[in-house]
């Protein structure tokens, strides 16, 4: 590892190689999202200038937005009291982050014992990944 990279030894990756990653929007503040990040995805956000994630369930680097065109612009980057969760200040391009088509992901808010559905969707998600 260079130098340059001597930045990635300083997060307390998880035992997996993982380290929690919170999504949020440089100008509200709102949080985004959150997901996972390993050392390349980390190094690749840098690097790029735009975030990269670890898919846990696809077991690969996810370039935010590769598909859809909603990527994510780094503003900054920050590492919590613990070293182990990663903090990104993000311009969220096109106005959508969660893959359902909603502008977050967290738009289900329980109420008297159920989830409830707050936000709308506002682009289908097949318009958005045409595969």
Same mark, same amino acid.
């Given at each position: 590892?260079?130098?340059?990279?001597?930045?990635?030894?300083?997060?307390?990756?998880?035992?997996?190689?993982?380290?929690?990653?919170?999504?949020?929007?440089?100008?509200?503040?709102?949080?985004?999202?959150?997901?996972?990040?390993?050392?390349?995805?980390?190094?690749?956000?840098?690097?790029?200038?735009?975030?990269?994630?670890?898919?846990?369930?696809?077991?690969?680097?996810? %370039?935010? @937005?590769?598909?859809?065109?909603?990527? &994510? $612009?780094?503003?900054?980057?920050?590492?919590?009291?613990? =070293?182990? +969760? !990663?903090?990104?200040?993000?311009?969220?391009?096109?106005?959508?982050?969660? %893959?359902? @088509?909603?502008?977050?992901?967290?738009? &289900? $808010?329980?109420?008297?014992?159920?989830?409830?559905?707050? =936000?709308? +969707? !506002?682009?289908?998600?097949?318009?958005?990944?045409?595969?």
């Amino acid at each position: 590892m260079s130098v340059q990279d001597s930045y990635l030894s300083k997060v307390n990756w998880s035992a997996d190689g993982l380290v929690p990653v919170i999504a949020q929007d440089m100008h509200t503040n709102e949080v985004l999202m959150v997901a996972w990040m390993n050392r390349e995805a980390l190094k690749r956000t840098v690097e790029l200038g735009e975030v990269v994630y670890w898919s846990r369930s696809r077991k690969k680097l996810w %370039h935010k @937005g590769e598909e859809s065109g909603h990527i &994510q $612009k780094v503003h900054e980057i920050r590492l919590d009291c613990d =070293e182990d +969760v !990663l903090l990104i200040k993000i311009e969220q391009i096109g106005g959508i982050s969660c %893959h359902t @088509g909603r502008h977050d992901c967290f738009f &289900q $808010k329980l109420v008297d014992h159920e989830w409830q559905i707050t =936000e709308p +969707v !506002l682009k289908d998600p097949a318009e958005i990944y045409k595969k």
